[in-house]
């Protein structure tokens, strides 16, 4: 790579240059092309800034062990001498809470600082995410039938009168969170309003200013044509790969549908056909799948497109 190659480019330089503990977050939704832009990303970071990098997963599936095919799990060769962190820390019976991950997390990129290394958090899970560069407190735990509820209050308004109910939650918090800033102003009153006063307000959300990192967020992402096709070849590819065969091989191994990881996407999808074969075929089954991996590309997309702080990359 050049230093000039991308616009991107200066902005890691100028990051690196100006921070004293950076963490740079590349984010987008499935399938985009995250985890080889993050190798690009650490091989400039070593040519053109003289740093070395270490990769922190952000992909709530990926933390688990035996979970390969259908999380398109990072391999060894595809590493390419990038040390990779939080991948295969799970059995697929423990269960990853946000608040768990927060704080092993944390750890991991304390831990690279130490070393004078840049941590770069990779992936697509969005809470995740938040609990890193927003400092989420995340007690009590997210529910989704009120993030459901407020989200659409969001897009209702743009976000304004959500912002004024933040307001007479905590005023000093609702100045700390942009209007603009969708992930943010939903989670904090998401918080308050699960919490119904058990806990004194302040004490559930840490603010920015409060976060531990110099954080820069890159977005990647695709047109919506391109991602769809992409979606869907993956998602061909790992039926080809043998997708129903690893998804078999756990349900053997004693593996059942309540085990937090066989809930996950895909492979609870398949679990079932493998019990009660429903959908009928395995093309059915890939097709199912497919859509709602789509639709879950769509979602992501929303909760991003509102946080400014993102600088967005046609990759």
Same mark, same amino acid.
């Given at each position: ?23 740079? *977050? ?6 985009? @092309? ?13 040519? &053109? ?5 270490? +990769? *922190? ?8 062990? !035996? ?5 398109? $799990? ?8 990038? +040390?990779?962190?939080?991948?295969? +820390? /799970? ?11 927060? !704080?092993?997390?944390?750890? *991991?990129?304390?831990?690279?600082? @130490? !070393? ?5 958090? *990779? ?36 976000? $304004? ?22 992930? =943010?102003?939903? =989670?904090? #009153? %998401? ?17 920015? %200013? ?5 954080? /820069? ?10 991602? #769809?096709? $992409? ?13 129903? &065969? &690893? ?10 549908? &309540?085990?937090?990881?066989? $809930? ?10 493998? +019990? ?5 075929? /395995? ?33």
């Amino acid at each position: 790579m050049t230093s000039d190659k991308h616009p991107w480019h200066k902005l890691i330089k100028d990051h690196c240059a100006q921070s004293d503990r950076p963490l740079i *977050v590349v984010l987008g939704p499935t399938a985009s @092309g995250k985890t080889a832009f993050s190798i690009d990303l650490a091989e400039f970071l070593q040519s &053109e800034c003289g740093a070395s990098s270490e +990769v *922190v997963n952000a992909d709530s599936r990926q933390l688990y062990q !035996k979970l390969n095919i259908g999380t398109a $799990k990072i391999t060894t060769e595809e590493m390419q001498g990038v +040390v990779h962190h939080m991948i295969d +820390v /799970l059995d697929p019976r423990e269960e990853a809470t946000v608040g768990w991950y927060q !704080k092993e997390a944390e750890n *991991v990129i304390d831990s690279i600082l @130490g !070393k004078g290394t840049v941590p770069l958090l *990779v992936g697509g899970s969005m809470l995740y995410i938040s609990a890193i560069t927003d400092g989420l407190t995340l007690a009590p735990p997210a529910d989704p039938d009120v993030r459901k509820r407020l989200e659409a209050e969001y897009e209702a308004d743009a976000g $304004k009168t959500l912002h004024a109910r933040l307001t007479e939650y905590n005023s000093s918090i609702a100045e700390k969170i942009h209007q603009n800033n969708m992930p =943010r102003l939903v =989670r904090a #009153v %998401e918080i308050f309003e699960i919490n119904a006063g058990d806990t004194p307000r302040e004490e559930l959300w840490k603010t920015a %200013e409060e976060t531990k990192y110099d954080v /820069l967020i890159l977005g990647i992402q695709k047109p919506r044509e391109e991602s #769809v096709v $992409k979606i869907n070849n993956r998602c061909k590819a790992m039926f080809e790969q043998g997708w129903v &065969e &690893e998804v078999k091989a756990l349900v053997e191994s004693g593996y059942t549908k &309540e085990d937090p990881a066989m $809930k996950s996407h895909g492979y609870k999808e398949i679990m079932q056909y493998l +019990v009660t074969g429903e959908p009928e075929s /395995l093309a059915d089954l890939q097709e199912s799948i497919a859509a709602k991996t789509r639709q879950y590309a769509r979602r992501q997309m929303t909760w991003w497109k509102r946080d400014d702080r993102i600088h967005w990359i046609n990759d």
